[in-house]
């Protein structure tokens, strides 16, 4: 079982920064992948941002981005605190969303089907 918790939402003018927080707690494996999803109104949820810390054998920071957010956004991971940010910076309108962490036990994907753990989501609003 594992519990997500995000955090560092709130509204913003565009051009600025937010850093996102996801606390996770339970059973974590260094093998599972930490991902950041959004949902715009109206919206599907996409994906925005992983990272994958071990393949069980060798440890590394393997991220993977939106093309939408290449370049803009920053996804990191502290594994000593099991805790995985997303350092936001010049932020547009249509990055406007409720943005949900996720944990997928097996090989990650940019597909929210695959993830297993989802958290309650912190809202991110950017004014123009």
């Known amino acids: 079982q594992v519990q997500l918790v995000e955090s560092g939402g709130g509204l913003v003018q565009a051009g600025g920064s937010l850093r996102l927080s996801c606390a996770a707690s339970g059973r974590i494996f260094s093998t599972y992948t930490m991902g950041w999803f959004r949902q715009a109104p109206g919206k599907e949820r996409v994906f925005v941002a992983a990272?994958?810390?071990?393949?069980?054998?060798?440890?590394?920071?393997?991220?993977y981005y939106a093309d939408s957010v290449k370049g803009r956004f920053t996804i990191s991971r502290d594994n000593a605190k099991n805790t995985v940010y997303l350092q936001m910076n010049s932020l547009k309108p249509e990055d406007t969303a409720v943005y949900y962490c996720?944990?997928?036990?097996?090989?990650?994907?940019?597909?929210?089907?695959?993830?297993?753990?989802w958290g309650q989501g912190t809202q991110v609003t950017v004014s123009s």
């Open positions: 990272i994958k810390w071990s393949d069980g054998r060798t440890y590394y920071d393997r991220t």
């Open positions: 996720a944990v997928d036990r097996a090989y990650g994907s940019r597909n929210g089907d695959e993830y297993d753990y």
